[in-house]
C-alpha cells in the first residue's frame, strides 16, 4: 500500500462524518467571522447538477457556486486532472517557468481577443491587475497625469479596497472609506452620460485612461449590455485611445453560450478579467490584455498563487471538457429553452414579474418594484422544495447552473419555481 493510499485508507483522517461534528450552526458562527448571511443548511457533496446536504437532503444545483462549477460537481475530468497534478507537483514560485501556466495562458489566447495574460487567484485580484496596468499605461503611453477610471452604475468588480471603489453600489463602500482616488461613475447603457461623463473630467492633467464595464451585469441584476451602447463605447475608446475593459468574471469561459460575454456584443475589449468558471470551482483569476496594452515589466506585478500549477491543469481540463462535451452549444439551447420557461411562468404572473432577461445560462428573472416579495424569499422557499437559485440584488432571481446542465434538469427546475410559486404566492 502507498502511503497516500495508506492515509486515504485511514477513516478517521479520510471522511470525519458530518454526524460527528457539532451539527450546531451556532458553533461555525462563533469561530467564522460573520461576513455573510448564510442560509441554515451546509452542503456536503454534489455530482453533476445535484447536491446533497448534511442531513442528506438533495437539491437540483442552479447556483453553481455562483457562476463557478462550470462542470458542476465531481466531474471525471476534473477529478482526474487535478489528481493528477497533484500527485506531480501542486505548486511553484513564479520565479520559474510554469509550463501549465503557458498552456493555459495559449487556450485563452487562441479563443479570445487577447495576446497575452497574467494569472492570479480571484476576480478582484484579476481586476486590480487591470486598474494597475491601465493606469501605467495611462501614465507611460496616454501622458495622463491624473488617470480617472470610468465603471457603471450598479456594477460588482470585487471587495479589495481598489474593486469597491470601482463598484459603484453605495452599499458595498459604506464605512470603507476613504476610498482608492481616480474613479467615477456612469449609468449603464447610456452613452450620452458616458460621453458627458468624459468632457467633465478632462481637465488639465485630469483625464478618463480606461473604462471598466461588464458585459452583462451580473450582481447588478443579471442586465446584458446593449448593441449599440457597446458599438458606441468601442468607437469613443479607439477615437480617444481611452482602454476598455471588460470584467468577465462572472460572464466569461462559455456562461453566455460564448466563450467571452464581449462577444455577444460585437466588440473586443483592449483587456478582460476572467475568474469565477475559468477552473470550475478551483480558485483562479486572470487579466489578458492585446498586445499593445501590455507595459507591465518585470517587478510590475505578482501573485504568489497565481497560475500554479494545480489551478491551471484544472482549468486546461476544464476548457478542455467544454470542448469535447461542445458545452457552449448546450449552454445556448438550455438558455434558450429555461428563459422561454421563465417567461411562461411571469406571464402567468404579471403582477409579480416584470422582466426575464439573459444570454445563454446567465438569466435572471425580474420582480416588480411594487410586489410584496423579495428575492430573497423565493430563493429560500426554493430551496425549501430542493432547487438552489441566487439572487442578483433585492428584486431580481439569477439562474446560473452549470453549463452541464441537461434538458430534464431545466424543466425540473422551472417545475419547482412553478410548485414554490403556487404554493406560497397565489396568482
Ligand atoms: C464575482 C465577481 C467579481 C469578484 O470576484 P472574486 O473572485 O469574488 O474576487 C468581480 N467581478 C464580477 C463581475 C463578479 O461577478
Same mark, same amino acid.
Given at each position: 500500500?502507498?502511503?497516500?493510499?495508506?492515509?486515504?485508507?485511514?477513516?478517521?483522517?479520510?471522511?470525519?462524518?458530518?454526524? *460527528?461534528r457539532?451539527?450546531?450552526?451556532? %458553533?461555525?458562527?462563533?469561530?467564522?467571522?460573520?461576513?455573510?448571511?448564510?442560509?441554515p443548511?451546509?452542503?456536503? $457533496?454534489?455530482?453533476?447538477?445535484? @447536491? /446533497?446536504?448534511?442531513?442528506?437532503?438533495?437539491?437540483?444545483?442552479?447556483?453553481?457556486?455562483i457562476?463557478?462549477c462550470?462542470?458542476?460537481?465531481?466531474?471525471?475530468?476534473?477529478?482526474?486532472?487535478?489528481?493528477?497534478?497533484?500527485?506531480?507537483? %501542486?505548486?511553484?514560485?513564479?520565479?520559474?517557468?510554469?509550463?501549465?501556466?503557458?498552456?493555459?495562458?495559449?487556450w485563452?489566447?487562441d479563443r479570445?481577443?487577447?495576446?497575452?495574460?497574467?494569472?492570479?487567484?480571484?476576480?478582484?485580484?484579476?481586476?486590480?491587475?487591470?486598474?494597475?496596468?491601465?493606469r501605467k499605461?495611462? %501614465?507611460?503611453?496616454l501622458?495622463?497625469?491624473?488617470p480617472t477610471? &470610468?465603471?457603471?452604475?450598479?456594477?460588482? %468588480?470585487?471587495?479589495?479596497?481598489?474593486?469597491?471603489t470601482?463598484?459603484?453600489?453605495?452599499?458595498?463602500?459604506?464605512?470603507?472609506?476613504?476610498l482608492?482616488?481616480?474613479?467615477?461613475?456612469?449609468?449603464?447603457?447610456? #452613452?450620452?452620460?458616458?460621453?458627458?461623463?468624459?468632457?467633465?473630467?478632462?481637465?488639465?492633467? $485630469?483625464?478618463? =485612461?480606461?473604462i471598466?464595464?461588464?458585459?452583462?451585469?451580473?450582481?447588478?441584476?443579471?442586465?446584458?449590455?446593449?448593441?449599440?451602447y457597446?458599438?458606441? @463605447?468601442?468607437?469613443?475608446?479607439?477615437?480617444?485611445? #481611452?482602454?476598455?475593459?471588460?470584467?468577465?468574471?462572472?460572464?466569461?469561459? =462559455? $456562461?453566455?453560450?460564448?466563450? /467571452?460575454?464581449?462577444?455577444n456584443?460585437?466588440?473586443e475589449?483592449?483587456?478582460?478579467?476572467?475568474?469565477? !468558471?475559468? *477552473?470550475?470551482?478551483i480558485?483562479? !483569476?486572470?487579466?489578458?490584455?492585446?498586445?499593445?496594452?501590455?507595459?507591465f515589466?518585470?517587478?510590475?506585478?505578482?501573485?504568489?498563487?497565481?497560475?500554479?500549477?494545480?489551478?491551471? *491543469?484544472?482549468? @486546461?481540463?476544464?476548457?478542455?471538457?467544454?470542448?469535447?462535451?461542445?458545452?457552449?452549444?448546450?449552454?445556448?439551447?438550455?438558455?434558450?429553452?429555461?428563459r422561454?420557461?421563465?417567461?411562461?411562468?411571469?406571464?402567468?404572473?404579471?403582477d409579480?414579474?416584470v422582466?426575464?432577461?439573459?444570454?445563454?445560462?446567465i438569466?435572471?428573472?425580474?420582480?416588480?418594484?411594487e410586489?410584496e416579495?423579495?428575492?430573497?424569499?423565493?430563493?429560500?422557499?426554493?430551496?425549501?422544495?430542493?432547487?438552489?437559485?441566487?439572487?442578483?440584488?433585492?428584486?431580481v432571481?439569477?439562474?446560473?447552473?452549470? &453549463?452541464t446542465?441537461?434538458?430534464?434538469?431545466?424543466? $425540473?427546475?422551472?417545475?419547482?419555481?412553478?410548485?414554490? @410559486?403556487d404554493?406560497?404566492?397565489?396568482?
Amino acid at each position: 500500500m502507498s502511503p497516500t493510499e495508506a492515509i486515504l485508507n485511514n477513516s478517521a483522517v479520510a471522511d470525519t462524518p458530518a454526524a *460527528a461534528r457539532p451539527d450546531d450552526f451556532a %458553533h461555525f458562527d462563533n469561530y467564522v467571522m460573520t461576513t455573510y448571511g448564510r442560509f441554515p443548511i451546509a452542503i456536503e $457533496r454534489g455530482e453533476g447538477c445535484r @447536491l /446533497w446536504d448534511t442531513e442528506g437532503r438533495e437539491y437540483l444545483d442552479f447556483v453553481a457556486g455562483i457562476a463557478t462549477c462550470t462542470l458542476g460537481h465531481a466531474h471525471p475530468a476534473m477529478v482526474a486532472a487535478a489528481t493528477r497534478q497533484i500527485q506531480k507537483l %501542486h505548486h511553484v514560485s513564479n520565479f520559474y517557468y510554469i509550463p501549465q501556466q503557458g498552456d493555459l495562458a495559449q487556450w485563452i489566447v487562441d479563443r479570445s481577443c487577447a495576446d497575452r495574460v497574467f494569472f492570479c487567484s480571484s476576480g478582484a485580484e484579476a481586476n486590480e491587475a487591470a486598474i494597475k496596468l491601465a493606469r501605467k499605461y495611462a %501614465h507611460t503611453v496616454l501622458d495622463i497625469k491624473y488617470p480617472t477610471i &470610468l465603471t457603471a452604475q450598479k456594477s460588482f %468588480h470585487g471587495r479589495t479596497l481598489a474593486t469597491i471603489t470601482a463598484t459603484a453600489q453605495p452599499k458595498y463602500q459604506e464605512n470603507f472609506d476613504p476610498l482608492v482616488p481616480g474613479f467615477a461613475y456612469v449609468p449603464y447603457n447610456d #452613452i450620452t452620460a458616458l460621453e458627458d461623463a468624459i468632457g467633465d473630467i478632462d481637465e488639465g492633467d $485630469r483625464r478618463v =485612461g480606461a473604462i471598466l464595464i461588464e458585459p452583462l451585469q451580473g450582481e447588478g441584476g443579471v442586465r446584458p449590455g446593449d448593441l449599440d451602447y457597446f458599438l458606441r @463605447l468601442r468607437k469613443i475608446c479607439d477615437e480617444t485611445g #481611452i482602454l476598455l475593459i471588460c470584467d468577465e468574471v462572472q460572464t466569461g469561459v =462559455g $456562461r453566455t453560450g460564448k466563450y /467571452w460575454g464581449y462577444e455577444n456584443l460585437g466588440i473586443e475589449p483592449d483587456i478582460f478579467t476572467s475568474a469565477k !468558471g475559468l *477552473a470550475g470551482g478551483i480558485p483562479i !483569476g486572470a487579466m489578458a490584455c492585446k498586445r499593445s496594452c501590455d507595459v507591465f515589466e518585470p517587478g510590475n506585478h505578482a501573485s504568489t498563487f497565481g497560475g500554479n500549477p494545480f489551478a491551471c *491543469a484544472v482549468a @486546461l481540463a476544464v476548457g478542455q471538457t467544454i470542448e469535447r462535451e461542445d458545452l457552449l452549444t448546450n449552454a445556448r439551447a438550455r438558455g434558450e429553452q429555461l428563459r422561454t420557461r421563465l417567461r411562461a411562468i411571469a406571464q402567468q404572473r404579471p403582477d409579480v414579474f416584470v422582466d426575464v432577461r439573459g444570454w445563454g445560462l446567465i438569466d435572471g428573472m425580474e420582480i416588480a418594484e411594487e410586489a410584496e416579495l423579495t428575492s430573497i424569499e423565493v430563493v429560500k422557499a426554493a430551496m425549501e422544495r430542493g432547487l438552489l437559485i441566487a439572487p442578483a440584488g433585492p428584486k431580481v432571481l439569477r439562474f446560473v447552473p452549470p &453549463l452541464t446542465v441537461s434538458a430534464e434538469d431545466i424543466d $425540473r427546475a422551472a417545475d419547482i419555481l412553478t410548485e414554490v @410559486l403556487d404554493a406560497n404566492y397565489a396568482r
